[in-house]
């Protein structure tokens, strides 16, 4: 078993930013790929960015040049920096772990006022 816990969300206005970090705990020897996810008003749960354990990254179009994920295999930790905000990016964030199971977070909501 995985256990994720998220931390960062908040209030921002449009143009800042902010910093999620997620810390993985448990049996995470085997985690491959790690990310965020995130999950809007009257929206779906989308794809934001993902790592895996070799570096290799993938991001959805409509944060590509403003999020930078990374990810500190060390540490078990990966961490979201969210500049250039925008109020379509309200949602809460979901902290994701695979390893073949796949593992989620609580989430943390992240607000962007216009």
């Known amino acids: 078993q995985v256990q994720l816990v998220e931390s960062g969300g908040g209030l921002v206005q449009a143009g800042g930013s902010l910093r999620l970090s997620c810390a993985a705990s448990?049996?995470?020897?085997?985690?491959?790929?790690m990310g965020w996810y995130r999950q809007g008003p009257g929206k779906q749960r989308e794809l934001v960015a993902v790592?895996?354990?070799?570096?290799?990254?993938n991001y959805a179009d409509s944060v590509k040049g403003r999020f930078t994920i990374s990810r500190d295999n060390a540490k078990n930790v990966v961490a979201l920096q969210m500049n250039s905000l925008k109020p379509e990016d309200t949602a809460v964030y979901y902290c994701n772990a695979v390893d073949g199971m796949t593992y989620w977070g609580k989430g943390t909501l992240v607000t962007v006022s216009s």
């Open positions: 448990g049996i995470i020897f085997s985690i491959n790929t």
């Open positions: 790592i895996s354990r070799g570096g290799r990254i």
